[in-house]
């Protein structure tokens, strides 16, 4: 089992800057791929940025390339998403997630952070 816990989120102008985290437990955290998913009010839920094991292999949305960063600490066993620029369409809960190797589903999610972006 893992056990992933976010924070970070709040209240941002448009054009602000927001850092989450996500820290896990429960299992070796270097071997896991993270990735982070957000979902607006009434819109399903949709794929932002991950990262496999090493923390270089990074891949991203494109509504949200050259925004936002995706990292990682595995001495922290942390995942940070660093989120510049913010416009009012980036307002969701951010979901972390976490898949096991050898497998593309994420297996494990946070419970969510609200992140609210006004304009």
């Known amino acids: 089992q893992v056990q992933l816990v976010e924070s970070g989120g709040g209240l941002v102008q448009a054009g602000g800057s927001l850092r989450l985290s996500c820290a896990a437990s429960g299992r070796t955290f270097s071997s896991l791929r993270m990735a982070w998913f957000r979902q607006a009010p009434g819109k399903e839920r949709e794929f932002v940025a991950r990262t496999l094991w090493t923390g270089f292999a990074t891949y991203y949305a494109d509504s949200v390339k050259g925004r936002f960063t995706i990292s990682r600490d595995n001495a922290e066993n942390t995942v940070y998403l660093q989120m510049d620029s913010l416009e009012p369409e980036d307002t969701a809960v951010y979901y972390c997630?976490?898949?096991?190797?050898?497998?593309?589903?994420?297996?494990?999610w946070g419970q969510g952070t609200q992140v609210t972006v006004s304009s």
């Open positions: 997630a976490a898949g096991l190797p050898g497998r593309t589903a994420y297996d494990y």
